[in-house]
């Protein structure tokens, strides 16, 4: 039997840390959902799109393929065959993902992908609207929060390490809080926390505490399955 955990929250708010850890742990496969958005952002940019252009982005949608592989339990993302990876990340992607995720026709097919992607097995997805919209009957879902200025602080080194440094700290929180106000103010399956997720805000908790926290309710509900 598969067993579906939905891990949501605003941008920086540790969900990718987390879901890789604690899929580690209990050897789940886990899903960055927000890697699609990105893909597509990045795709629409660089063929130059319109987020407008309704008949464009049906066309695209049928001409794109998106699938993702495992290196060393690290989710990597093939678009029509292309490996992207620091693609994802830029200045320019995360100023526009958070439009193109609300755009419903790009909405509906992420959707459909994530639902396939997760059929029977043991999964943890990562995103924003996967407890509310993708899947509503998951079987623990978590909404996953920090203070603005703490998930900013974590970008800003996440980027470092990776040698993505073309924003300022002050550009990552002002981009945060956009995407925040765009995510949460969306007409189309909106940030907000599911009624039966439980609230976890790791502003002063460590990773590990986090991790140790959602191991704990995953294994206690697996228990009771
Ligand atoms: O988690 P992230 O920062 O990589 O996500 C990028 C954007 O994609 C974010 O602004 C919100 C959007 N997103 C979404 O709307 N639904 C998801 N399931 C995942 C991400």
């Known amino acids: 039997m598969s067993f579906i955990v939905a891990i949501d929250g605003p941008a920086g708010s540790g969900k990718g840390t987390i879901t890789k850890l604690v899929g580690e742990e209990l050897d789940f496969i886990t899903f960055d959902t927000g890697a699609m958005y990105r893909a597509i952002s990045y795709y629409m940019l660089k063929n130059s799109i319109s987020f407008n252009d309704k008949e464009k982005i049906k066309k695209m949608l049928k001409e794109i393929d998106i699938k993702l592989e495992f290196e060393n339990r690290e989710q990597i993302l093939y678009l029509n065959s292309q490996k992207l990876v620091k693609e994802l990340r830029t200045k320019e992607v995360n100023e526009v ?88 103010n969306s007409d189309i399956a909106p940030l907000k926390q599911a009624e039966d997720a439980i609230y976890l805000d790791s502003t002063n908790l460590s990773i590990e505490q986090v991790k140790d926290k959602i191991v704990e309710i995953i294994k206690q509900k697996r228990n009771e399955k």
């Open 97 to 184: 993902v958070s439009q193109v995720s609300h755009i419903l026709e790009i909405r509906l097919a992420m959707v459909e992908l994530q639902r396939k992607l997760a059929k029977r097995k043991n999964v943890i997805l990562e995103g924003r609207d996967i407890g509310t919209n993708v899947f509503p009957n998951a079987d623990v879902k978590i909404y996953l929060d920090a203070s603005a200025e703490e998930r900013a602080n974590r970008r800003f080194k996440q980027n470092l390490d990776n040698n993505i440094n073309n924003s300022s700290y002050e550009e990552i929180l002002e981009n945060i809080k956009f995407r925040d106000y765009n995510d949460k």
